[in-house]
């Protein structure tokens, strides 16, 4: 409403002046292989529900600035699913490394 | 935005799908066969229902009161979908739809998400300076269109019912349907007759 | 299905809260917010109740989350930015925890 508005969150990027006149690239390409995988990954842990998209956006938004701007759409998916499911104790950092 | 996959990415999620396979969470079949459907989705669908909407006014009503109802009846699957909603254009107001937080799309009748839509730029202007966006696909709206545009943030998800474009008298549903796009059921295009087509 | 406080026509004001300014002691987020920034003590106009929905910010973090009521809200797109097309418009899906009465603001104000 004003000058001193606060800093929205990461995801929450309507009417940024950083991305004002910035043209919209037409890329018309659907996911990749490895995209669609992680989607269709994401898609069976919400039918089993070992996670809901809520907190897949939650995870999401966790990722610190830097890495959110360098990670692909799917990457950040994957990053906030890993994240949620050692949250969960369903899976252990150390298998995954 | 739409950069490949590092290759360490695709080696953490084969780690992860092998760490879920090995506790029996997930398998491959499992994988393919949700993959599979998803790729069945198509803006086809969509388009079905825009021109069914512009010949059959029954269908039109059940299509605005509720989408999801009417997608079924198109033959897609709405179980554990989320709820559709339909945004009628008029000859003075035309929606465009963006999800400024995230990506929310209704995948269900137009398929995976073209990657613009899912670009920061696209989440970011289409609320702001919605014309500027529009002219970068060339749609001009005539004088006198209010622009709605439809942030996406919560649990219905979103397509356009745009207005069917003159010179398409006496169309069947097909060919009516060929003109409707993915673009168009998301509002930054208008249905376009083909200036060949046109002038027959 | 969850009593609607509001019908179309009401006015409402979005609340002016930010809940995402105040982090778990982490770092990490301890909100997840479904209503934009760009919204928040705006005014605008209930245009439809669209149902009742599950609290996002709940399921965000996995606690029971009781439904709520969502409406689809008009806002004037030009004040928002001071800059756009007159008669332009955003139609935003918002739970009616966002929502305060326009009235009794004004009457308390």
């Known amino acids: 409403m004003s000058d001193v508005e606060p800093t929205p969150a990461i995801h929450d990027i309507g009417g940024l002046s950083r991305f004002r006149c910035t043209p919209v690239e037409h890329d018309e390409a659907p ?42 759409y799917y990457e950040r998916w994957l990053t906030s699913i890993t994240s949620l499911l050692i949250e969960k104790g369903v899976v252990t950092p150390e298998e995954l490394k | 935005m739409s950069a490949p996959a590092r290759p360490q990415s695709i080696a953490h999620l084969e780690r992860l799908i092998a760490a879920l396979t090995a506790r029996g969470l997930v398998s491959e079949a499992e994988l393919a066969a949700r993959q599979a459907s998803t790729d069945r989705a198509s803006p086809e669908v969509g388009a079905r229902m825009v021109a069914r909407a512009w010949l059959d006014p029954e269908w039109r009503a059940l299509m605005l009161r509720d989408g999801a109802a009417a997608a079924e009846q198109m033959g897609v699957s709405m179980a554990g979908a989320p709820p559709l909603g339909v945004l009628e254009d008029t000859p003075t107001l035309h929606h465009l739809v963006v999800c400024t937080l995230c990506s929310c799309y209704p995948r269900a009748v137009l398929g995976y998400p073209p990657s613009w839509y899912k670009s920061f730029e696209y989440r970011s202007r289409a609320v702001r300076e919605p014309r500027a966006v529009l002219a970068e696909w060339g749609t001009t709206l005539p004088p006198g269109t209010r622009l709605r545009v439809v ?21 069947s549903e097909d060919r009516l349907a060929a003109l409707v796009t993915r673009d168009a059921l998301v509002g930054v ?11 027959e | 299905m969850t009593e609607a406080r509001f019908a179309p026509g009401d006015r409402v004001r979005v609340r002016y809260d930010w809940p995402e300014q105040r982090p778990q002691p982490n770092g990490l987020p301890s909100a997840h917010i479904r209503t934009p920034h760009y919204l928040r003590g705006r005014l605008g106009t209930v245009q439809a109740v669209l149902g009742s929905f599950a609290n996002p910010e709940d399921l965000a973090f996995a606690r029971p989350a009781p439904k709520r009521a969502l409406y689809h809200v008009l806002f004037d797109q030009p004040p928002i930015w001071n800059e756009g097309a007159p008669g332009d418009s955003l139609l935003v899906e918002i739970f009616e925890h966002w929502l305060e009465p326009l009235e009794s603001q004004e009457q308390a104000a």
């Open chain 1, 31 to 72: 996911p990749d292989a490895f995209g669609k995988r992680v989607d269709a990954l994401r898609q069976i842990l919400a039918q089993k529900k070992m996670m809901t998209v809520d907190e897949l956006r939650r995870g999401i938004e966790a990722i610190p600035e830097e890495e959110y701007f360098s990670l692909t």
């Open chain 2, 151 to 171: 942030d996406s943030t919560a649990d219905y998800r979103w397509m356009v019912l745009p207005l069917r474009p003159a010179g398409t008298e006496g169309w």
């Open chain 2, 189 to 199: 295009a208008l249905p376009q007759v083909p200036t060949a087509l046109a002038a």
